[in-house]
């Protein structure tokens, strides 16, 4: 018998048993996967429940507006809740690349989510790569849909990007129209 097909046989004699130890395995993986995605350290309010992020933006002379009052449901995975608390602590502590990175995992675990596209954006606004932040901010329009509350936070936050690239008639004209809606 050839080397070949003496490895060939011999492979196809340990894939046989292997389904049971497989599906075992890939449990384990999962049970995992769920302890490791418990939510973490997600800031809490009074009540207990997620406090929302800050939807805070900076403008162009690099001050920050008040936050604005929106009332925006939690993220839908725990995971991604934990990552977006995280960012937000390295952004206090002065850490705006991690912050990206972290931003971006969340991403990853929620692409749909309007909120980590609007945040990822401020994080690179207040980076100075205004082309970035421009491309995350039409993302999070984009993924607003119906939802008036993420569509305004995001409006706003393109506007605040028109803003510093120097486009404040565009800028202005989305802050009247979605500032108006909200309040």
Same mark, same amino acid.
């Given at each position: 018998?050839? $080397? ?21 395995? =890939? ?5 995992? /996967? ?11 309010? $009074? ?6 992020? @800050?939807? @805070?933006?900076?403008?162009? @002379?690099?001050?920050?507006? /008040? ?23 390295? =952004? ?11 931003? $971006? ?40 849909? @119906? ?37």
């Amino acid at each position: 018998m050839t $080397e070949i097909k003496r490895r060939t046989v011999a492979l196809s004699h340990l894939a046989a048993g292997q389904p049971r130890r497989r599906a075992s395995t =890939l449990l384990v993986v999962f049970l995992l /996967a769920g302890c490791v995605s418990t939510g973490g350290n997600v800031p809490r309010d $009074e009540s207990g429940s997620p406090q929302q992020p @800050s939807t @805070s933006k900076p403008t162009a @002379s690099g001050d920050t507006e /008040a936050p604005a009052q929106l009332v925006i449901a939690p993220l839908r995975s725990s995971g991604a809740q934990t990552l977006l608390a995280q960012a937000n602590n390295a =952004l206090a502590e002065q850490r705006p690349e991690t912050a990206i990175l972290l931003l $971006e995992r969340a991403i990853r675990i929620e692409p749909r989510e309007a909120l980590l596209w609007i945040k990822l954006s401020e994080v690179h606004l207040s980076q100075r790569d205004d082309l970035t932040a421009f491309q995350h901010a039409r993302k999070a329009v984009a993924l607003a849909g @119906s939802d008036s509350d993420k569509a305004t936070a995001a409006w706003l936050q393109l506007a605040n990007v028109y803003e510093v690239q120097g486009k404040t008639t565009e800028a202005k004209q989305i802050r009247q129209r979605y500032r108006r809606a909200r309040g």
